[in-house]
């Protein structure tokens, strides 16, 4: 029959009717639910409330737990068949052994998924290839009442049998429906699909009934277009099965432990049935969730990853957001995850792996290198809404210079169906298809689906070399990066941040989070140079509690935690844990301040303090001790005694506070009467900073009907007000000009403490907010005299310059952008910074800054940021350009607060002032200063902050005998020259330097 003339409709009717007669259910399995509120342990399966169910009984509402046990009895007129279990409870399940270990995840059918890469559900339990008859069914699941992506399901159990498999049928329905597929999708004037059509056709006619017979024969006629093989391939294809596992999400925490469990559980039940299997999974933190609750099951893993089938992936701790996480924090993300895959497999990863995390820093290139992995996956990119990422297979380059080579699978997802289409569109659509030879393709259900199910495995099977098909071959990713290694030379490089066009609004979502995330990752930073100043003195260095600490912060940030796209219950636990974090990490400095300070000699002074500065500069600062002001100066990365009994109370000369201006020696701030500024003028460089006619810091508030992830692109034109100034006061507090605001809006509040100190041009704006509005955000604006075309951005380990203006669409989607301590616009001759203590989001566009406080979303989290919060920002005037100011140091000062130790001692064996490291050069950073991971030594991490060629010295206060320059994995690169404990160093631009320090003297 000619191929116009088949029927599409009557061939797919054809597969269903096909797939309605691969299980026969037998018998019922008798169903007791032990329900919980929370997951309980194996040995306490019985603890819940029990409820005997049938179909259709309902168990549970959402996020409810509970152990269910099946048994039943194989029937007789089984015997000889294949038996499986059919089971669906309307949630996940995890099937047990009888010893308590994980041996399957079942995913309810109705689970809500992505359709067009397939369906979700896995509801087969296999028993026996040839039942005898009369065998017991004893099976116990731990349950929990959501899909997959946290959504409720009716919590009713759906079925529940005993059921005979017609194997033959099984694979005839997978024959059926590659070749479907394959025709579907094929060329339409080409011979082969014209031929698949034909046979199913014809196969078609044969299945008016369904028998042993006509099974046999429909295979047989299939089997002739299976076996026909591709020719010589032009591009061919690895394929990885792939579960990928937020951490958190639509869940909480609990909730993926257990989804780890279900997931890896099948994989091994897979691997069983399908020898071909190639697995992957990344993420140590996974992993240890597994060692700890279910140490048999991790033990299976450790036998596959031993065997090759199993490919540990990525270098990370977790798949952490990379815009917001601080560059000390994604050091230690590879440190940590690479030393775990290291030490429990004996595994030296070589790749990052990251396929949904949303932006990626040009920090991370080097990072990457010097960590020893020189490849990258990633998938997120086809996300973007207004450009095409250019390429699926390039050259990455990052902000100092340092490649990796990346690969965007080319199917655009980490959950691919592995059928024919998706093969067909890796080829159709591999935008390098002209230069390599190879592709990548991840397939399998993510999020607690149990990654890869029998259809993905099925189809594989049928499509290593089948004409019309690129060959495709299960293997480990890393194998596929070895293969695309060899065409390097032929692949084009893009330079600098991979700037995802989406999602733009978890810059910003779950604020308090982020300001968490701030405050210890600096206290973290402060706390390993405390003890690190302890090391040659004592041996107590906190390494095992630091490992804890830093391993729970960089589980929070994880992807769809930090970023702010998890639901509230995520955020509940993760603020209650930061702030018992802290208050440790608090107590740890202070602890080890206050052993360094007893050994200073304080003899001469009445009321001994000791200010102690981590960072590598000397710092010229007013303080507030006892209540009493007093001026301080501080050696870089040291301390200095004081005497507090001589702290200045007298008020500071050309200081003056009304509620008009603040005045200082250097700037003079004018308000209008709304509170805003109408002028900041540098009377040091007799220079307006504002813009004429312009407003500064107008707390504007904008219609905001987005999500956690992403807002209106044209929020700007929907403006909805303002929030108004209902009192003010002004004051002079010792060396601060003081002005106290306090704004209202619908049922929010917000004071606003801006101060201007002596000395100084910074003007901050420390701020109290009660936030309570919906769909809203809020947002400040800075319109200066200064005129470029880019704006200079702090990212980890450096600074990126984008554009002001939106001549192009790929300027104009960035015009929400990421940056750390500070963004600047700045002239060779004049700038203006902002500064700012835990914000993340910004807009440059032309003359103005743009700083995005707050916002609302109501999904997931309907209460997102209704709630108080605390931030602080700062507008900083200067003469010459950000380099030449050394505006980098201005944006550590804000985050890193010199630290005062009150002490009784009198006498010890140090000088009542001592710095501990300098450096020559004003333009390098000392990021770290902390214990080796192996060895009594010390690390010392530095970078270059300016994008120049530098020279330094680097001088130790602290005697040691040997100096080396290790990698980021802290492995010896080379022995340095030392005289008199200095080091001379060169780095090129943003370079990235880690010293080790060894023998040092006690």
Not at 637 to 662: H, I, K, P, T
Request: aromatic share 10%; with cysteine.
């Amino acid at each position: 029959m000619p191929h116009e003339t088949i029927s599409m409709g009557r061939l797919k009717q054809t597969l269903l009717k096909i797939e309605k007669h691969i299980y026969s259910p037998t018998a019922a399995l008798s169903v007791v639910a032990y329900v919980t509120k929370e997951p309980v342990s194996y040995q306490e399966k019985t603890a819940g409330l029990p409820i005997t169910l049938s179909p259709g009984d309902k168990w549970g509402e959402l996020w409810d737990c509970a152990w269910f046990h099946f048994q039943g009895v194989i029937p007789a007129s089984a015997a000889g068949s294949k038996v499986v279990l059919l089971i669906d409870i309307n949630g996940e399940l995890c099937l047990f052994d009888e010893e308590g270990t994980p041996t399957q995840g079942l995913t309810n059918v109705n689970s809500e998924f992505d359709l067009s890469l397939g369906l979700p559900g896995k509801r087969v339990v296999p028993i026996t290839e040839q039942a005898h008859g009369d065998e017991i069914i004893d099976i116990w699941g731990d349950a929990g009442c959501n899909d997959l992506f946290g959504h409720y399901r009716s919590g009713t159990l759906k079925e529940a049998h005993i059921a005979v498999c017609s194997e033959e049928t099984r694979q005839l329905y997978y024959d059926y429906e590659v070749l479907l597929e394959l025709g579907t999708h094929l060329e339409e004037h080409s011979a082969r699909k014209h031929r698949i059509m034909q046979a199913l056709y014809e196969v078609q006619l044969m299945l008016v009934e369904i028998n042993e017979e006509t099974v046999k024969k429909a295979r047989e006629r299939l089997g002739v277009e299976l076996a026909k093989r591709g020719g010589d391939p032009t591009l061919s294809i690895s394929a990885v099965g792939h579960a990928h596992i937020d951490l958190a999400w639509l869940w909480p925490i609990r909730e993926t432990k257990r989804k780890g469990a279900r997931t890896f559980a099948t994989v091994l039940r897979m691997m069983e049935q399908y020898p071909d299997y190639v697995f992957g999974a990344s993420q140590p933190q996974l992993y240890v969730w597994i060692k700890e609750e279910h140490p048999k099951l991790y033990e299976q893993i450790k036998q596959r990853i031993a065997e090759g089938r199993w490919e540990v992936q990525g270098g990370m701790w977790v798949e952490p957001d990379s815009n917001i996480s601080g560059g000390e924090a994604l050091v230690r993300q590879i440190l940590y995850g690479k030393r775990f895959f290291e030490q429990e497999f004996g595994k030296d990863m070589k790749m990052l792996w990251v396929p949904d995390i949303f932006g990626y820093s040009a920090a991370l290139p080097q990072l990457l290198l010097k960590s020893g992995m020189s490849y990258m996956m990633t998938q997120k990119l086809s996300w973007s809404v207004h450009n095409d990422h250019p390429h699926h297979t390039f050259l990455w380059e990052g902000l100092d210079g340092s490649r990796v080579l990346t690969h965007l699978p080319p199917e655009d997802t980490y959950n691919g169906p592995a059928a024919p289409r998706s093969i067909l569109k890796a080829e159709r659509d591999y935008a390098d298809k002209n230069v390599s030879d190879h592709s990548l393709l991840l397939f399998g259900i993510g999020d607690g689906g149990g990654g890869p199910g029998e259809e993905h495995l099925e189809r594989l099977k049928r499509e290593k070399n089948l004409q019309g098909l690129a060959p495709v071959e299960q293997e480990p990713a890393l194998n596929f990066f070895e293969k695309l290694e060899q065409g390097r030379q032929r692949y084009k490089t893009w330079k600098g941040e991979l700037y995802l066009e989406k999602h733009q609004g978890t810059l910003t979502s779950q604020a308090r989070n982020k300001r968490y995330n701030r405050r210890i990752e600096k206290a973290l930073r402060e706390l390993e140079f405390a003890a690190a100043l302890n090391l040659p003195h004592a041996s107590a260095y906190p390494s095992e509690e630091l490992d804890a600490i830093w391993k729970e912060v960089l589980l929070y940030q994880f992807h769809d935690i930090l970023p702010g796209s998890s639901i509230k219950r995520v955020y509940d636990e993760s603020l209650e844990r930061y702030g018992i974090l802290l208050n440790r990490v608090h107590e740890l400095i202070h602890s080890y301040y206050a052993k360094l300070a007893e050994r200073i000699d304080t003899s001469r002074e009445k009321q001994p303090a000791v200010i102690f500065n981590s960072l590598p500069w000397e710092r010229n600062e007013w303080l507030q001790i006892q209540g009493n002001w007093m001026q301080v100066t501080v050696p870089s990365m040291g301390y200095q005694a004081v005497d507090v009994a001589e702290a200045s109370v007298r008020s500071v000369s050309a200081l003056s506070a009304n509620r008009e201006a603040l005045e200082n020696e250097l700037v003079r701030v004018a308000f209008d009467l709304d509170g805003s500024i109408r002028s900041v003028f540098d009377k040091a460089a007799g220079k307006e900073t504002i813009a004429a006619g312009s407003k500064a810091n107008v707390l504007a508030i904008y219609h905001d009907d987005g999500d956690a992830w992403d807002f209106p692109a044209d929020y700007a034109q929907m403006q909805v007000g303002a929030m108004k100034l209902m009192d003010a006061k002004a004051y002079v507090d010792g060396p601060r000009a003081v002005i106290e605001q306090h704004y209202a809006y619908g049922k929010s509040t917000l004071t606003q403490t801006i101060r201007l100190t002596s000395g100084s041009k910074r003007i901050d704006f420390e701020t109290k907010a009660n936030w309570q509005e919906d769909g809203k955000m809020l947002r400040s604006s800075f319109p200066v005299q200064v005129y470029t075309e880019q704006v200079n951005c702090e990212i980890q380990f450096g600074h990126l310059k984008r554009p002001t203006h939106r001549n192009t669409l790929w300027d104009y989607a960035k015009d929400e952008i990421c940056a750390h301590h500070w963004i600047d616009l700045s002239a060779p001759d004049y700038g203006v910074a902002l500064l700012n203590d835990s914000k993340y989001g910004f807009s440059a566009r032309g003359n103005v800054l743009d700083i995005h406080l707050l916002r609302s979303p109501s999904w997931p989290d309907p209460t997102c940021d209704r709630a108080e919060h605390e931030f602080a920002y700062a507008l900083l005037p200067h003469q010459g350009d950000f380099v030449h100011a050394e505006v980098y140091k201005q944006g550590y000062e804000f985050n890193v607060p010199l630290q005062t130790i009150e002490t009784q001692t009198k006498s010890g064996d140090l000088t009542a002032a001592k710095a501990f490291f300098t450096l020559r050069s004003a333009q390098v950073m000392i990021e770290a200063v902390k214990k080796a991971e192996d060895r009594d030594s010390l690390i010392i991490r530095l970078y270059e902050t300016s994008g120049s060629h530098v020279t330094t010295e680097l001088s130790s206060g602290i005697p040691y005998r040997k100096a080396m320059l290790v990698d980021l994995m802290e492995n010896e690169l080379e022995q340095l020259d030392s005289h008199n404990h200095t080091l001379q160093l060169s780095f090129t631009p943003f370079e990235i330097k880690t010293i080790e320090l060894a023998g040092l003297s006690k």
